[in-house]
């Protein structure tokens, strides 16, 4: 299923992006390792936010290939 680009995301679309478990998903926000949209109870996810957090784990752990 394709998700679209301004689509906010749950956790199970974090999951699948990320080919994690959904409760690693859960951890890594509530940790606030990617950033989230609160709308009340609802914990959301930018596109873009995934995005900058995929980006920062591949320069952190020096695996930036230019790709």
Do not use: W
């Amino acid at each position: 299923e394709h998700v679209s680009e301004n689509k906010l995301l749950t956790a199970k679309d974090v999951a699948r992006a990320l080919n994690i478990s959904i409760p690693f998903a859960y951890q890594l926000m509530r940790r606030n390792e990617i950033t989230v949209v609160r709308l009340g109870r609802c914990v959301r996810v930018r596109r873009e936010d995934l995005d900058i957090f995929i980006e920062n784990r591949c320069y952190e752990r020096g695996n930036y290939n230019g790709i």
